[in-house]
């Protein structure tokens, strides 16, 4: 089966069909371009349904993340995330794989097809030259032998007329043989031209016409079997993502499988727990005595009347039903929350100022490490009065020692409310208390005053002070946890490039070219910790050596 044999007389057939093909070539070229736009377009669109959804920082909804069932949909968002990511792989590689070769390889088909197809019209032109000329010596030789045949009528009727001179005869004799010689010239010539066209359209439909027809048979099939290929690329490129999307739906299932009901009930209770008791009995009220009525101790009325009833915890509340009142619902719609935070119930008051301590400590170490920065700088510019002046540094250091101060007041105001907070629930473990006790020392006449005349978050009763809601720590409970310190571990190593001469408190003495042990990098203020020996150890200025750190050692940083 060939088109050279069976389609020799298809020439432009075949030219309409091979441009066909190039045309379904680059349809399907189209098709998988808006096929990756979709892609793109379906992966951008769950990206913003994932962003839409995620929880906005420093916000309400960051707290409700805390429950197995929000950390699940958190889950679930991210997957949905990677999942849209496989979507932009699907349209990369499909842009890559099968749009940008299907385009360069329809340039060079394009290319081919006209190569062939210039070849089919230049041998046509050959061989319609060659019927021309035939056609030309045909007709020459054709005139040539009519010529030929009136010459030589014309000559026998001059010979048998007797009234024409011999020289008329012998005139008309030779100019027959004349036309007679033509005549055989043009049929030499037409017998040649005939048997070269015979061989050049034997050439043109057994050779040529057959080898330019094969070759565009051949790159017709080629093509054919391309598109075959990136049809089969189109699906490899959405199977290849398969097991990746089978991931992302797997984290999903097992996000959904990590949710637990009881964590999530016991979250609410720890979010919500007011630490107060349930209401005891009412007691009788005999109306039958003659005496006066008396209003029992343990009634409702007398808990909202006079503020005076008595609230005790950590026994049995007699009759007590507690107020969730509308004062303090009106007084938290004017944003008018008491510092101490004394509108909540105990248990949440206690959450509350444990958050606030923590965070005033937190601002202590902060000021302290600034601090300590200051001073450091301070004795290197005593040291190299070049690089600075050291009394410039005076008033920062006021300042931070004036911020620490405040910040230890106010820590020691809220310890004290937490303390007292303490003292009237239920005891916590020795760690807690361990960390309520930091600034025992000035908060216990905190604790006496803050605990005399507490009213409850309407008021209405008081607390008479004794011995349980009295906090002691001891100081050696908190000693304890910073004895045997050990020794910070090496995180790299350092060249010294300078002789360092360590002569104040906490700097070591160091030579020139001597290696030693980093035990702490220099967190921004110039100087860098380092050990020659388990007990010598000290800071020596960053610039005065090479720190090599290891890459594997915990919180070690990577220098270029």
């Given at each position: 089966?060939?088109?050279?044999?069976?389609?020799?007389?298809?020439?432009?057939?075949?030219?309409?069909?091979?441009?066909?093909?190039?045309?379904?070539?680059?349809?399907?070229?189209?098709?998988?371009?808006?096929?990756?736009?979709?892609?793109?377009?379906?992966?951008?669109?769950?990206?913003?349904?994932?962003?839409?959804?995620?929880?906005?920082?420093?916000?309400?909804?960051?707290?409700?993340?805390?429950?197995?069932?929000?950390?699940?949909?958190?889950?679930?968002?991210?997957?949905?995330?990677?999942?849209?990511?496989?979507?932009?792989?699907?349209?990369?590689?499909?842009?890559?794989?099968?749009?940008?070769?299907?385009?360069?390889?329809?340039?060079?088909?394009?290319?081919?097809?006209?190569?062939?197809?210039?070849?089919?019209?230049?041998?046509?032109?050959?061989?319609?030259?060659?019927?021309?000329?035939?056609?030309?010596?045909?007709?020459?030789?054709?005139?040539?032998?009519?010529?030929?045949?009136?010459?030589?009528?014309?000559?026998?009727?001059?010979?048998?007329?007797?009234?024409?001179?011999?020289?008329?005869?012998?005139?008309?004799?030779?100019?027959?043989?004349?036309r007679h010689q033509m005549a055989e010239d043009s049929k030499a010539d037409y017998s040649s031209i005939l048997q070269k066209f015979n061989?050049?359209?034997?050439?043109?439909?057994?050779?040529?016409?057959?080898?330019?027809?094969?070759?565009?048979?051949?790159?017709?099939?080629?093509?054919?079997?391309?598109?075959?290929?990136?049809?089969?690329?189109?699906?490899?490129?959405?199977?290849?993502?398969?097991?990746?999307?089978?991931?992302?739906?797997?984290?999903?299932?097992?996000?959904?499988?990590?949710?637990?009901?009881?964590?999530?009930?016991?979250?609410?209770?720890?979010?919500?727990?007011?630490?107060?008791?349930?209401?005891?009995?009412?007691?009788?009220?005999?109306?039958?005595?003659?005496?006066?009525?008396?209003?029992?101790?343990?009634?409702?009325?007398?808990?909202?009347?006079?503020?005076?009833?008595?609230?005790?915890?950590?026994?049995?509340?007699?009759?007590?039903?507690?107020?969730?009142?509308?004062?303090?619902?009106?007084?938290?719609?004017?944003?008018?929350?008491?510092?101490?935070?004394?509108?909540?119930?105990?248990?949440?008051?206690?959450?509350?100022?444990?958050?606030?301590?923590?965070?005033?400590?937190?601002?202590?170490?902060?000021?302290?490490?600034?601090?300590?920065?200051?001073?450091?700088?301070?004795?290197?510019?005593?040291?190299?009065?070049?690089?600075g002046d050291p009394a410039s540094l005076d008033h920062k250091l006021t300042e931070v020692n004036q911020n620490i101060e405040k910040l230890?007041?106010?820590?020691?105001?809220?310890?004290?409310?937490?303390?007292?907070?303490?003292?009237?629930?239920?005891?916590?473990?020795?760690?807690?208390?361990?960390?309520?006790?930091?600034?025992?020392?000035?908060?216990?006449?905190?604790?006496?005053?803050?605990?005399?005349?507490?009213?409850?978050?309407?008021?209405?009763?008081?607390?008479?002070?004794?011995?349980?809601?009295?906090?002691?720590?001891?100081?050696?409970?908190?000693?304890?946890?910073?004895?045997?310190?050990?020794?910070?571990?090496?995180?790299?190593?350092?060249?010294?490039?300078?002789?360092?001469?360590?002569?104040?408190?906490?700097?070591?003495?160091?030579?020139?070219?001597?290696?030693?042990?980093?035990?702490?990098?220099?967190?921004?203020?110039?100087?860098?910790?380092?050990?020659?020996?388990?007990?010598?150890?000290?800071?020596?200025?960053?610039?005065?050596?090479?720190?090599?750190?290891?890459?594997?050692?915990?919180?070690?940083?990577?220098?270029?």
């Amino acid at each position: 089966m060939s088109w050279g044999t069976e389609l020799w007389d298809q020439f432009d057939n075949l030219e309409k069909h091979t441009q066909w093909g190039i045309d379904i070539l680059e349809k399907y070229i189209k098709f998988v371009k808006e096929r990756t736009e979709i892609e793109l377009s379906y992966a951008k669109q769950l990206r913003n349904l994932s962003k839409k959804y995620q929880p906005k920082k420093n916000s309400k909804e960051e707290e409700e993340y805390r429950y197995t069932a929000c950390k699940a949909f958190l889950s679930t968002l991210n997957e949905t995330n990677d999942y849209a990511g496989q979507h932009e792989v699907i349209s990369e590689n499909m842009t890559s794989q099968i749009t940008a070769e299907l385009a360069r390889y329809i340039q060079e088909l394009k290319q081919e097809r006209k190569s062939h197809f210039h070849e089919g019209r230049k041998a046509q032109q050959h061989i319609e030259t060659c019927w021309k000329q035939l056609e030309s010596s045909k007709r020459r030789f054709e005139r040539d032998c009519k010529e030929a045949d009136r010459a030589q009528q014309y000559f026998e009727k001059m010979d048998a007329d007797i009234n024409v001179t011999k020289a008329d005869v012998e005139k008309a004799r030779q100019q027959a043989q004349i036309r007679h010689q033509m005549a055989e010239d043009s049929k030499a010539d037409y017998s040649s031209i005939l048997q070269k066209f015979n061989h050049e359209q034997r050439e043109y439909y057994h050779s040529h016409i057959p080898s330019i027809f094969q070759k565009i048979q051949e790159m017709e099939e080629r093509r054919i079997v391309r598109i075959g290929e990136s049809m089969k690329t189109y699906a490899e490129v959405d199977r290849q993502v398969i097991p990746i999307i089978g991931k992302c739906l797997d984290g999903i299932v097992k996000a959904a499988e990590s949710i637990d009901q009881k964590n999530d009930s016991q979250l609410v209770i720890e979010a919500y727990k007011s630490g107060f008791e349930p209401p005891g009995d009412f007691e009788f009220e005999d109306y039958t005595q003659p005496m006066k009525r008396t209003v029992s101790d343990n009634s409702l009325s007398n808990s909202r009347g006079d503020g005076k009833a008595e609230l005790k915890f950590g026994g049995k509340s007699k009759g007590k039903l507690w107020p969730f009142i509308k004062k303090n619902k009106l007084s938290l719609k004017l944003g008018a929350t008491p510092e101490d935070f004394s509108n909540l119930p105990p248990e949440q008051r206690r959450k509350k100022l444990q958050q606030k301590v923590d965070e005033l400590n937190k601002e202590i170490q902060k000021e302290m490490d600034q601090r300590d920065a200051i001073t450091k700088m301070k004795d290197v510019y005593l040291k190299n009065p070049q690089m600075g002046d050291p009394a410039s540094l005076d008033h920062k250091l006021t300042e931070v020692n004036q911020n620490i101060e405040k910040l230890r007041l106010e820590a020691q105001k809220f310890e004290a409310w937490l303390a007292e907070v303490e003292g009237r629930l239920p005891a916590r473990g020795d760690q807690a208390r361990r960390q309520s006790g930091m600034y025992d020392g000035q908060t216990a006449p905190a604790v006496n005053n803050c605990a005399q005349d507490r009213e409850s978050p309407d008021g209405s009763y008081t607390e008479e002070q004794s011995q349980e809601s009295e906090v002691k720590v001891l100081a050696t409970d908190f000693d304890d946890e910073f004895d045997d310190e050990e020794p910070l571990p090496a995180i790299g190593t350092c060249k010294a490039l300078y002789t360092f001469d360590g002569q104040n408190e906490g700097t070591i003495s160091v030579t020139e070219g001597e290696t030693l042990y980093v035990i702490e990098e220099d967190k921004g203020d110039g100087w860098t910790r380092i050990r020659r020996s388990e007990d010598e150890e000290g800071y020596v200025p960053t610039s005065y050596v090479e720190v090599y750190l290891d890459k594997n050692a915990k919180g070690a940083k990577t220098y270029i």
